[in-house]
C-alpha cells in the first residue's frame, strides 16, 4: 500500500513523509464505506460502522507516523476494528485487508510479521465461504500484500549485504596493516640485525667503523618506528627508488653482493609501489635464509626478477611463509602472477599486466 520507511532514523524522509505517501491508499476505503451506506442498517448503527471505519483509517496513519514503535499493536487494533464492520457490511470488510497486509509486511517488527502478514493474506479466502466477492480482488490484494513482503525481504538482504562488506572490508584492513607492518619489520628488524652483527665484530678491529655502524643502527630504528606508525595509519606507500637504493646497503652488510639490471623509468609507474614491496620482502628474505653471495635484481616494462645463488626455498622448507603470502596477495590483487623457482638458489619472478 505505500513504499518502505527506510532507516530508522528521524532524518529519514520516510520517518516525515511516509505517512502522506500511506494516506493516499485511503481513497479505496470509499469502497466499504459506501457498503456500510447502501445497507439498510439503522442510522446509530451506520454511524458506529462509519466510526470504525474511520478509526482504521485514522490508526493507520498514525502506525507510519507517530506509532511506528509499537507497529504490532497497531495491526491488532486494525483487524480488530476491521471485525467490528462485519456484522454490518459481512464480507465486503475484506476489502480493508490490504492495509492490513501492507502494514503488516512494512511496519511489524520481526518475528512477528511474517505471522501477521500470512494472516492479512489468508483472510480475503474467507469469501470463498461466505460470500461471493469478486475475483479480481484477488488479482489487486495479494499482489499488494507480496509486493510491500518482498520489498521488506529485499531491505533485509540488503542491510545484510552490508554487513558483510563492511566485515569483509574491515578483515581486507587488518590483513593489509598486518602484511605492511611484517614487511616494514621484517625488513627493518633483518637489517638491525646485521648491522648489530657487523659492529659487534669491528668494536675492536675498527671501533670507528663500529661507531658508524651503531649510528646507522639508530637512524635505522628510527626509520622502522616512523614507518611503523604510518602504516598502521594507513599513510605509509613503497617506493621503489628508495629500496632499489636501500636493497644493496642491507645486502653489504651481509656480505652479499648486489647486481643490479634496468633503471626505474623502465618500469610501469602503476606497479612501482608494489614492485618495492616485492624487492624489500625478496631482499629480506635473501639475507635470513639464503646465505647467497650474490643477488641480482632485474627491472623491465613488465615487473621484477630477483635471483640469488645462496640456498634453494625447497632447502628451507619449501612453503610460503608469511613474507611471501603477502607478496602472492599483492600481486595477484594487482592482476599479476608471482613465480617462485629454485635450485641452485631462488628465483622471485613477478609478472604484471
Not at 618500469?267 to 625478496?282: I, K
Amino acid at each position: 500500500m505505500t513504499a518502505p520507511p527506510g532507516p530508522r532514523s528521524v532524518s529519514s524522509p520516510w520517518e516525515r513523509w511516509g505517512w502522506v505517501i500511506a494516506a493516499i491508499w485511503l481513497v479505496f476505503l470509499a469502497y466499504p464505506v459506501i457498503e456500510v451506506v447502501e445497507t439498510d442498517a439503522s442510522a446509530p448503527v451506520t454511524g458506529l460502522v462509519l466510526a470504525l471505519i474511520g478509526a482504521f483509517a485514522g490508526i493507520y496513519l498514525l502506525g507510519w507516523s507517530v506509532w511506528r514503535a509499537h507497529a504490532l499493536k497497531v495491526w491488532f487494533a486494525m483487524l480488530l476494528l476491521a471485525v467490528g464492520t462485519v456484522p454490518v457490511i459481512g464480507i465486503e470488510a475484506i476489502g480493508l485487508t490490504p492495509y492490513l497486509g501492507a502494514f503488516s509486511a512494512i511496519m511489524v517488527p520481526a518475528p512477528w510479521w511474517r505471522w501477521t502478514t500470512v494472516v492479512s493474506a489468508l483472510l480475503p479466502l474467507l469469501s470463498l465461504v461466505w460470500g461471493d466477492f469478486p475475483a479480481f480482488f484477488f488479482l489487486m490484494v495479494w499482489p499488494i500484500i507480496g509486493f510491500c513482503t518482498a520489498m521488506r525481504v529485499f531491505a533485509r538482504l540488503e542491510e545484510r549485504s552490508e554487513a558483510s562488506r563492511a566485515e569483509l572490508a574491515l578483515a581486507a584492513e587488518r590483513d593489509r596493516v598486518a602484511r605492511d607492518v611484517h614487511d616494514v619489520l621484517g625488513h627493518s628488524l633483518t637489517a638491525l640485525s646485521i648491522k648489530a652483527e657487523l659492529a659487534g665484530r669491528l668494536v675492536e678491529a675498527d671501533p670507528a667503523r663500529a661507531r658508524e655502524e651503531l649510528e646507522s643502527i639508530q637512524e635505522t630504528a628510527r626509520q622502522a618506528l616512523a614507518e611503523v606508525r604510518s602504516t598502521v595509519g594507513g599513510l605509509r606507500a613503497a617506493n621503489l627508488e628508495a629500496e632499489l637504493a636501500a636493497a644493496p646497503c642491507v645486502l653489504a652488510d651481509a656480505g652479499i653482493r648486489t647486481e643490479l639490471v634496468g633503471t626505474v623509468a623502465e618500469t610501469d609507474p602503476r606497479h612501482r609501489t608494489l614492485l618495492a614491496w616485492v624487492l624489500r620482502e625478496s631482499v629480506t628474505n635473501v639475507v635470513r635464509h639464503a646465505r647467497a653471495s650474490v643477488v641480482s635484481i632485474e627491472l623491465s616494462p613488465t615487473g621484477l626478477v630477483v635471483t640469488d645463488d645462496g640456498v634453494s626455498l625447497a632447502a628451507n622448507g619449501g612453503h610460503d611463509g608469511n613474507g611471501l603470502r603477502g607478496m602472492r596477495e599483492r600481486v595477484a590483487a594487482a592482476g599479476g602472477t608471482l613465480r617462485l623457482s629454485g635450485g641452485p638458489g631462488t628465483r622471485v619472478e613477478v609478472v604484471l599486466p
